[in-house]
Each structure stands twice: as structure tokens, then as C-alpha cells.
């Protein structure tokens, strides 16, 4: 819910972070489709910014989305 919240009034970097926050918050919570979704938002709009202190975080949420999905491939990609 807080999260949500911090979304919906951040704009710039700190929309990166908490779409990035919140990413986390859905995968811990048994959601990842919507975590996926918010670790791709949050890459594209980090992009989009020239923000790229958040991105390895995104890419670490990303990567353990794939694992838990039983992506290996696309995991270790992503962890590097």
C-alpha cells in the first residue's frame, strides 16, 4: 500500500527507486508477475532518465524473478 503510494507521487529517480522497492516487495509477497512488472517499468524509465544507480538492483530483482520461474538461462544472464 505504501508503496503503491510512493509510485503514484514520484516522478525522476525516485519513481526508478520505488518502482524498483516495490518490484521487490511484489516477488517476496508471491506476486512476481506483477513484480516482473515493476522491474521492467523501472528499467525502462531508469533508461529513459539516465539513472543507472538502481539498475543492478533491477537486474538482480529480474534475475531472481527468472530463477524462481525456473529460468536459469535468462537467470544467469542477468546475474552476470
Known amino acids: 500500500e505504501l508503496a503503491d503510494a510512493a ?39 531508469a533508461v529513459d532518465r539516465g539513472v543507472h544507480l538502481h539498475t543492478p538492483d533491477i537486474l538482480e530483482c529480474l534475475a531472481t524473478i527468472g530463477t524462481r520461474n525456473g529460468d536459469s538461462l535468462e537467470a544467469a544472464r542477468l546475474f552476470g
Open 7 to 45: 509510485v503514484a507521487v514520484a516522478k525522476g529517480w525516485h519513481l526508478v527507486a520505488a518502482l524498483s522497492v516495490r518490484a521487490r516487495i511484489a516477488v517476496a509477497s508471491g506476486v512476481p508477475d506483477a513484480g516482473e512488472r515493476d522491474a521492467h517499468e523501472a528499467l525502462a524509465c
